[in-house]
């Protein structure tokens, strides 16, 4: 399994773009790159998964270059609700669920007023 | 909506106590897991479940075990509780996915004391 890396920590403010790194140099060919976030004293909840280039949803957008060696989570104008842990996961193809996960520590972003 | 219940949001034992965690989901989902999340050590898995009947050690499995006997519930067990195992306890569940798809639906969490 690919492993990740990603900062321990982020501060940003209030409207700003947050952008949250994710190395996974070794990823296979078929894995999927996948986000969760975890709000304090809450269970992590997926936000977004991709495969390469640009995915974007309601929540935020991923961005995956062409070696794939690494992931950006990017969350447009944050506010102080955006304040929790960011996960990122490297996800091999399979069926039947053999699939282990792996959350590790995450990323803890704060947003200040 | 996807629910993930687990029995109890806040739980205190004694030293030596059998503890049992139950969580239930709602959907159906093939595959159940069991975390705990520590500060500084982030989520780590204890065992994880294919299916009924059928479970497999993570990471952590040392002073647990589990039961899958319905497709709904996976139990955790603390077949005797220590200081050490005081921590936030996630379950959660997934129907696995074909290319990689891995959405996984947690629960609120069940954070044990033990004393």
Redesign the interface.
Same mark, same amino acid.
Do not use: E, W
């Given at each position: 399994l690919a492993k990740t890396t990603q900062p321990i920590s982020m501060d940003s403010y209030e409207g700003q773009e947050v952008n949250i790194t994710c190395s996974h140099n070794n990823i296979a060919t078929?894995?999927?790159i %996948?986000w969760?976030q975890q709000f304090p004293?809450?269970? &992590?909840?997926?936000i977004i998964?991709g495969?390469k280039t640009k995915v974007t949803n309601e929540v935020a957008s991923l961005f995956i270059p062409a070696d794939r060696k690494s992931s950006t989570l990017s969350l447009p104008r944050v506010s102080l609700s955006d304040t929790a842990v960011y996960?990122c996961?490297v996800? &091999? &193809? $399979?069926? $039947?669920?053999?699939?282990? &996960? %792996?959350? $590790?520590?995450?990323t803890s972003l704060i947003v200040h007023p | 909506d996807v629910k993930v219940t687990q029995s109890s949001r806040y739980l205190v034992k004694r030293t030596g106590e059998k503890v049992f965690l139950e969580c239930v989901q709602d959907m159906d989902h093939e595959n159940m897991f069991w975390y705990r999340q520590d500060p500084g050590l982030g989520l780590r898995l204890i065992y994880f479940s294919y299916d009924v009947k059928m479970k497999e050690k993570g990471d952590i499995p040392e002073g647990y075990s589990v039961s899958r006997e319905k497709k709904e519930r996976f139990s955790l067990i603390l077949e005797s509780a220590s200081t050490n195992q005081t921590s936030m306890y996630l379950c959660a569940s997934r129907t696995p996915g074909l290319a990689g798809e891995d959405e996984q639906f947690f629960g609120p969490g069940t954070r044990l004391t033990v004393l």
């Open positions: 078929n894995d999927y %996948t969760y004293s809450q269970g &992590p909840r997926f998964q495969y996960y996961l996800v &091999p &193809p $399979g069926v $039947g669920g053999s699939y282990i &996960p %792996t959350f $590790g520590r995450g | -």
